[in-house]
């Protein structure tokens, strides 16, 4: 009976947050409509500008670099450890990470599923877990080498709240990494700063179970330990991940350009740019799967700064190339996901039937 309630009590929550979540999204994309189409008096008609569909080809290209650099990334990891990789399985394991990675709160539950998947196909407990690791490690670590480097040479963006907003997401970006690494350094010392931390969070209620909290923080960052052993005793491995890591960032953040100049809108190449790296580290505060909500807003109140129409129409394009076409990619592997499930499924079956 208890069990049943707890289980009830699960699905209101995520019917609640699900409720939440869609009102959240047209909420934000109803205002962005209002401010646009009524507060600024802008034409509601949708057309492409000049060289309109070469910049979209563009922006689609970028959405490619993306997938390929990450695709390269697990390529090469698996390469340095002896391993046989296939492309097919490695943009699977991308295509499919990311499909997690945007349906679930803070991204994270692409990584977990990765080192799942790779298990199924074949490969050790250790290097599911590494090949991934080594990955989402270097992706982290040129998100903060590259929002510093944007922040340091361009100080000025409209509005100023989400310059400060930003600084503080590139601080709680570039936690994971840095207790990733000092983990990796010092193992003891870093658990023992953990331990007193959950226990904190234990007595304050922000932690329930305070003894599996810390087998499961432990456990993910051991994860970690073994990726980041790996890349740091072999230079040429961290170089090539780091390049492909920065090459991947810069896609993506060049993809809000191409989508502007689209539209026709007036934009300057390193301006938009760097402007969408502030928009990014911004965002990453909100907690909502894909950012989604906040990252349409803040797309729109600094790209309105440009001051032409079209602006509302270029947010929901850059939302569908960099949000959505994740889901329908991801979507289109599912059935590849459940075959292989399947497989597993009867593969121990099959074991467990022959050892009985």
């Not at 509601?44 to 689609?60: C, K, M, N, P, W």
């Not at 569908?320 to 597993?344: A, D, T």
Request: some cysteine; glycine content about 8%.
């Amino acid at each position: 009976m208890e069990r049943k309630e707890r289980q009830g009590n699960r699905q209101g929550h995520r019917v609640l947050w699900s409720i939440l979540f869609v009102a959240l999204n047209v909420g934000i994309i109803a205002w962005t409509a209002y401010r646009e189409f009524h507060v600024n008096a802008r034409t509601t008609d949708f057309s492409l500008g000049e060289h309109g569909i070469a910049f979209l080809f563009a922006a689609f290209l970028c959405l490619a670099v993306i997938f390929l650099t990450e695709t390269a990334k697990l390529l090469l990891t698996a390469q340095s450890l002896g391993e046989k990789m296939t492309f097919r399985t490695a943009f699977e394991t991308v295509a499919l990470g990311k499909y997690y990675d945007s349906i679930t709160p803070t991204g994270g539950g692409g990584q977990p599923f990765q080192i799942y998947w790779l298990h199924l196909r074949g490969y050790s407990a250790r290097e599911s877990a590494v090949i991934p690791a080594s990955g989402f490690i270097t992706r982290q670590l040129a998100a903060v080498v590259l929002a510093l480097i944007v922040f340091a040479c361009q100080r000025k963006v409209e509005p100023e709240a989400i310059r400060y907003t930003a600084y503080a997401g590139l601080f709680f970006c570039a936690i994971p990494p840095t207790v990733e690494i000092a983990f990796s350094l010092h193992p003891g010392a870093i658990k023992a700063l953990l331990a007193r931390l959950l226990k904190l969070g234990e007595k304050i209620h922000l932690v329930k179970d305070y003894e599996k909290t810390l087998e499961t923080v432990i456990g993910t960052l051991t994860q970690y330990q073994d990726g980041f052993q790996l890349i740091a005793g072999k230079a040429g491995l961290l170089i090539g991940l780091m390049v492909l890591s920065l090459i991947c960032r810069a896609a993506l953040c060049s993809i809000p350009f191409f989508v502007l100049k689209a539209l026709g809108c007036p934009a300057d190449y390193l301006r938009i740019f760097c402007m969408t790296v502030y928009i990014y580290a911004a965002v990453t505060l909100i907690p909502t799967p894909g950012n989604s909500g906040v990252s349409e807003g803040a797309f729109y109140l600094v790209f309105s700064e440009v001051g032409s129409s079209g602006t509302f129409w270029a947010m929901l394009l850059w939302r569908l190339i960099c949000y959505y076409s994740l889901l329908l990619i991801g979507l289109l592997f599912l059935r590849r996901q459940m075959e292989v499930f399947e497989e597993s499924r009867t593969k121990r079956k099959a074991s467990a039937e022959n050892d009985v």
